[in-house]
């Protein structure tokens, strides 16, 4: 074993480069250092963190360089264009794009698109993609030993009404395990993309569940180093908008700027975890 500095605070970690050999223990203990430094400092952080050692790939893949500001009226002239023609309504239902049912928990996930302010951000384009019941993307990179759904390919999108609500019919998706370390395995989630008011202010984010016995294991989301930032990921359970016989219902805001802004997928994520 060797020692290192991370983030202000000392641990041990396996001197092996090998992610992928690291033991759970060994991330989970690297995870607790980070936060017991971060609760000393004192200082807010309500992003994830582009440099987060227990998340091993951040330390390879985030960005090197300073971002460049672009001019959003040259980015427009480049970007592909969409309105209500262009989105159907059927596209939000995950649950009848084949000719059979889903295998899963079906729920319904609706919530509210605000800005900073609280006001409503209306005919957003809200895209989601995500697992199937058994853990297992429809993609080629995907290799785990779960089974492929064939009634379920688990991509969708929508625009929010005037009341800036979106709304999808889905199957609840399974944790799933991953390469960062020796038996890793992510809590189930949601991945959202919203394009606010312009597409050079994308934003992607994962919607969680509550009270997944994961949450406490996953470097991505103690990425997140502060509590009450992490807790804006988690949706609510919502028997408000369950259907009778027929589907469950959790309820998730999404707030794009301000204090209280959901916090996004940081950059070197990717969207495949």
Known sequence: ????????????????????????????????????????????????????????????????????????????????????????????????????????ERMVVTGRVLDGDGRPVRRQLVEIWQ????????????????????????????????????????????????KNHRNAWRPAHIHFSLFGTEFTQRMVTQMYFPNDPLFGLDPIYQAITDRKARERLVATYDHGVTTHEWATGYRWDIVLSGATSTPTESADQGGDH
Request: overall charge negative; aromatic content about 8%; proline content about 9%.
């Open 131 to 178: 697992a199937n019941a058994g853990g297992r993307y429809v993609h080629k990179r995907d290799q785990h030993p779960a089974a492929i759904d064939p009634n379920f390919t688990g991509v969708g999108r929508c625009l929010t009404d005037d009341d800036g609500t979106y709304r999808f019919t889905t199957i609840k998706p399974g944790p799933y395990p991953w």
């Open 1 to 104: 074993m060797q020692n290192t500095t991370v983030q202000n605070a000392t641990m041990p970690i396996a001197a092996d480069s090998d992610s992928a050999t690291a033991s759970q223990q060994a991330i989970s203990a690297q995870m607790a250092a980070i936060a017991t430094a971060y609760e000393r400092a004192g200082v807010e952080e309500t992003q994830p963190r582009l440099d987060y050692p227990p998340y091993r790939s951040s330390l390879l893949r985030h960005p090197t360089k300073d971002l460049h500001h672009a001019d959003p009226e040259g980015v427009e002239l480049w970007t592909p264009c969409f309105s209500e023609r262009d989105v159907d309504p059927l596209e939000a239902d995950l649950t009848i794009q084949h000719g059979g049912e889903p295998i899963g």
